[in-house]
């Protein structure tokens, strides 16, 4: 079934430690999307990239990094860990990056930094 | 900036009561319109949509109408399931100025429970 795989599911990390969320996606989507959900906050966008070989930052970028070698593989990396990066971290993609284009997502993984 | 504004939780309701969920934005461009349905341990799904003024988007027994004069999106149903029992986000997606890129912008999203 086409659609956005992430791994790990669950991940619990010692602060200061450096972290890599994967997401892999098969459906050939040109734009790609990290947000992070934090309870009676909603979703936050951190990075996005609108095709390969591009990223930008989104609204809480800071202790993120990104990469997006291929049009497939968009992952996260957190560089040294904080506990306020316990939250729940969501892949997704677009078709293209237009703004009448629905975003697709991933399960989500879990990330507890103590 | 770009924002949404949608009501908050949690909503309990019977099996078959009708259901609104109320959503107002803040654009500065026009923008597309979306809601989200997160089921427990998943990621989102697209509901339903609408990209213009006056677009009514459906799916699955839920509306929302596009209302550029009050700037709304309210999501209804007029029977809700056990089934339906989620968190629902609202969300706009428009093109800041100098921007190549459509970005998101989400509520924070209302808890809905469903009894039998």
């Known amino acids: 079934i086409a659609g956005i795989t992430q791994a790990p599911t669950s991940q619990i990390l010692a602060a200061g430690r450096r972290m890599t969320l994967r997401c892999t996606q098969d459906?050939?989507?040109?734009?790609m999307y990290w947000y992070r959900q934090d309870l009676g906050l909603g979703l936050r966008l951190i990075h996005y990239?609108?095709?390969?070989?591009?990223?930008g930052k989104g609204e809480v970028p800071d202790g993120y990094s990104v990469s997006r070698a291929n049009t497939d593989d968009f992952p996260l990396t957190l560089a040294s860990a904080v506990p306020s990066q316990t939250s729940v971290y969501f892949c997704?993609?677009?078709?293209?990056?237009?703004?009448?284009?629905?975003?697709?997502f991933g399960d989500g993984t879990r990330l507890s930094i103590l | 900036g770009d924002s949404v504004t949608q009501m908050e939780g949690p909503v309990t309701l019977s099996e078959e009561a009708f259901l609104t969920i109320n959503c107002t934005y803040t654009?500065?461009?026009?923008?597309?319109l979306f809601w989200y349905v997160q089921y427990p341990g998943e990621g989102l799904q697209l509901l339903l949509k609408?990209?213009?003024?006056?677009d009514k988007g459906s799916n699955k027994g839920f509306e929302a109408t596009y209302r550029k004069e009050t700037t709304s999106f309210h999501l209804e149903k007029g029977s809700v399931q056990v089934s339906d029992s989620a968190v629902y986000f609202c969300?706009?997606?428009?093109?800041?100025?100098?921007?190549?890129?459509?970005?998101?912008?989400f509520g924070r999203g209302t808890q809905l429970t469903v009894w039998p």
């Open positions: 997704a993609s677009s078709a293209q990056g237009n703004s009448n284009q629905p975003q697709h």
């Open positions: 459906m050939r989507h040109n734009a």
């Open positions: 990239s609108n095709t390969a070989g591009t990223t």
């Open positions: 654009a500065t461009g026009y923008p597309s």
């Open positions: 609408a990209t213009k003024a006056d």
């Open positions: 969300a706009l997606s428009d093109r800041p100025r100098g921007s190549t890129l459509g970005r998101l912008y």
